[in-house]
């Protein structure tokens, strides 16, 4: 072999674990995506606030604050609920553009990136 | 002939090297969506979605979380987003700040509800998170730690709990000068 070290770094960056490093504050939502035979849905806090104030989503859209505790059926969201109260060819993209937000790995569970258990100190 | 053989990985080298440069640029500082671990890199969005180095890298810089100083971004006037969807929504700002002192071993926390009436609507803490008066809630670092009271937001979306000194800010010293006849 003419370089070993080259190959064995290749190697080693090949075999190195693709840790989740997604933005601060993206979302994951796959109650049913996974279920349904789509990708999970990824949402982004940092691309809506640069928008929208908290208060918009949380409070008007009805949203609550805390991830998981909210149930977000596609339904609603055709319906006007939710997402859908922008995602409606007006103020931003359809629900017929599925794979813009159901954009995730397969798999994956829900939650927040971030988060108090994996950002800060978080669980002891 | 000769020139063409010369030229073309010429060329080549330099685009090549553009594409270094743009991937090392500021903007590199935030991860791509195809390689953030949670986007599928075959997913149609990819190529279709905002990079978030692209939307981010203009905003006054932060040493944590999105790397952005949220607050500093409205009030720099780089960003102003929307307040509210529907024109009945009543829109408040609050501009008190409250001292939260338990004279222990950090400095007192002084929390602002400008920062936070700026991003949030009163019913958004109140009075899910906190009672709505003075001295009627007890705050506990664990809990917080743990995702509730203000964990709830910060370490998930707002600034997170590593920044312990822009909470923990006014010195136990200078409010008990203050108290002092």
């Given at each position: 072999?003419?370089?070993?070290?080259?190959?064995?770094?290749?190697?080693?960056?090949?075999?190195?674990?693709?840790?989740?490093?997604?933005?601060?504050?993206?979302?994951?939502?796959?109650?049913?995506?996974?279920?349904?035979?789509?990708?999970?849905?990824?949402?982004?806090?940092?691309?809506?606030?640069?928008?929208?104030?908290?208060?918009?989503?949380?409070?008007?859209?009805?949203?609550?604050?805390?991830?998981?505790?909210?149930?977000?059926?596609?339904?609603?969201?055709?319906?006007?609920?939710?997402?859908?109260?922008?995602?409606?060819?007006?103020?931003?993209?359809?629900?017929?553009?599925?794979?813009?937000?159901?954009?995730?790995?397969?798999?994956?569970?829900?939650?927040?990136?971030?988060?108090?258990?994996?950002?800060?100190?978080?669980?002891? | 002939?000769?020139?063409?053989?010369?030229?073309?990985?010429?060329?080549?080298?330099?685009?090549?090297?553009?594409a270094v440069a743009a991937a090392f640029a500021?903007?590199s500082?935030?991860?791509?969506?195809?390689?953030?671990?949670?986007?599928?890199?075959?997913?149609?969005?990819?190529?279709?979605?905002?990079?978030?180095?692209?939307?981010?890298?203009?905003?006054?810089?932060?040493?944590?979380?999105?790397?952005?100083?949220?607050?500093?971004?409205?009030?720099?006037?780089?960003?102003?987003?929307?307040?509210?969807?529907?024109?009945?929504?009543?829109?408040?700002?609050?501009?008190?700040?409250?001292?939260?002192?338990?004279?222990?071993?950090?400095?007192?926390?002084?929390?602002?509800?400008?920062?936070?009436?700026?991003?949030?609507?009163?019913?958004?803490?109140?009075?899910?998170?906190?009672?709505?008066?003075?001295?009627?809630?007890?705050?506990?670092?664990?809990?917080?730690?743990?995702?509730?009271?203000?964990?709830?937001?910060?370490?998930?979306?707002?600034?997170?709990?590593?920044?312990?000194?822009?909470?923990?800010?006014?010195?136990?010293?200078?409010?008990?000068?203050?108290?002092?006849?």
């Amino acid at each position: 072999m003419k370089h070993p070290a080259a190959i064995g770094w290749a190697a080693l960056l090949a075999l190195a674990p693709t840790a989740p490093s997604a933005e601060y504050g993206d979302v994951v939502l796959n109650r049913y995506s996974d279920k349904a035979g789509v990708r999970p849905v990824v949402f982004p806090h940092w691309f809506h606030r640069i928008r929208f104030r908290c208060k918009v989503c949380h409070q008007e859209l009805g949203f609550q604050m805390r991830a998981g505790a909210n149930d977000v059926p596609m339904a609603d969201i055709i319906d006007g609920k939710f997402c859908g109260m922008c995602h409606n060819e007006r103020v931003a993209w359809g629900p017929d553009r599925c794979d813009l937000c159901h954009s995730g790995k397969p798999g994956l569970r829900s939650g927040i990136i971030g988060g108090a258990q994996t950002s800060g100190p978080g669980r002891w | 002939m000769a020139q063409r053989k010369h030229s073309w990985p010429r060329s080549a080298a330099a685009v090549m090297l553009l594409a270094v440069a743009a991937a090392f640029a500021a903007n590199s500082l935030w991860v791509r969506l195809e390689v953030d671990g949670v986007h599928d890199p075959r997913s149609p969005a990819i190529g279709v979605l905002q990079q978030p180095g692209d939307a981010l890298e203009t905003l006054p810089r932060d040493s944590a979380g999105n790397l952005v100083n949220w607050v500093k971004a409205i009030d720099s006037g780089a960003i102003n987003p929307r307040t509210n969807l529907l024109p009945e929504t009543q829109v408040l700002l609050r501009e008190d700040d409250f001292i939260i002192a338990k004279f222990g071993s950090m400095p007192a926390v002084k929390f602002p509800h400008r920062q936070h009436t700026l991003w949030l609507a009163c019913e958004n803490c109140h009075d899910i998170l906190f009672k709505a008066k003075a001295g009627a809630n007890k705050f506990s670092m664990s809990a917080i730690l743990n995702g509730e009271q203000c964990g709830v937001c910060h370490g998930a979306v707002a600034f997170p709990l590593t920044e312990c000194n822009r909470c923990h800010s006014v010195s136990n010293a200078s409010l008990q000068r203050r108290a002092a006849p």
